[in-house]
């Protein structure tokens, strides 16, 4: 299968998907275990690593910036810009695409290998609707706090590690973050989130839902969906930066 096959076949999967759930009281329940799958067990990671990498990016720039002419303030305005534009939105997704994508093709691939998608489509549920709809929503929805999140925990760690390393002081990073705030920048981080949430949860969901053979198929599912998702992540990262920014 060629890749507009695959293209025009993922448009038919959204077809299908957005259609009005046929119970309301299941569709809630799925939605709410979406959520904690997807969100809240998500938490962890992105608080770990947006505070410690927020850490290295400011002490990288104090590194580069030794120069006695350049305000100290312009670490913080520089790890300011950094964040927001580009680590949380982008690098945070990417680490979800991994991590939520190929949890989101194994457990779809395996109910398509065990037959339970047939079952439900014997029973007349629209599988599609029923399976990926609600972690549409639930990453959607959801992702936006957890980049934001990440956005505020990536500035703190910044400024703890100032203050451990004595690079600079806390008050000049403070300064640098307070200069020249655009809150467009914000908007536009949270415009890439949600597309890049839709991206997370409906591409792996293909390769699941579409994953014949066995157990063996679905590992390599799994893989080729993370791999999908994080490149339409970064084709998606340039084309909403060109149009958003320039």
């Avoid at 569709?27 to 690593?49: N, Q, V, Y």
């Avoid at 400011?58 to 680590?87: C, H, V, W, Y």
């Avoid at 949860?201 to 599912?221: D, F, I, N, Q, R």
Wanted: glycine fraction near 8%; charged fraction near 15%; charge should be positive.
């Amino acid at each position: 299968m060629n890749y507009i096959e695959h293209i025009g076949k993922y448009f038919m999967m959204l077809r299908q998907v957005f259609t009005k759930p046929q119970k309301a009281r299941v569709f809630r329940e799925a939605l709410s275990r979406e959520i904690e799958e997807l969100g809240l067990k998500s938490l962890g990671i992105i608080m770990f690593i947006s505070f410690f990498i927020g850490g290295v990016i400011a002490m990288q720039t104090a590194l580069n910036l030794d120069n006695p002419l350049i305000p100290k303030t312009l670490i913080g305005f520089a790890a300011k810009r950094s964040i927001i534009l580009e680590f949380a939105p982008t690098f945070c997704s990417i680490i979800l695409a991994g991590k939520v994508g190929s949890y989101i093709t194994s457990s779809i691939g395996t109910m398509r290998v065990t037959e339970q998608i047939d079952a439900l489509e014997v029973m007349g549920i629209n599988s599609l609707n029923y399976l990926v709809l609600p972690k549409i929503i639930a990453t959607v929805f959801f992702y936006p706090f957890l980049i934001t999140l990440g956005m505020m925990l990536g500035i703190l760690g910044g400024w703890v590690a100032g203050n451990l390393s004595g690079l600079f002081s806390g008050v000049d990073y403070i300064e640098g973050i307070q200069t020249d705030f655009k809150p467009f920048l914000v908007q536009y981080a949270i415009i890439k989130t949600l597309v890049f949430a839709f991206l997370i949860a409906t591409v792996p969901s293909y390769h699941g839902y579409y994953v014949k053979g066995g157990s063996l198929e679905v590992g390599k599912a799994s893989t080729q969906s993370v791999v999908w998702t994080i490149v339409l992540i970064v084709i998606a990262n340039y084309f909403l930066t060109q149009m958003l920014l320039t």
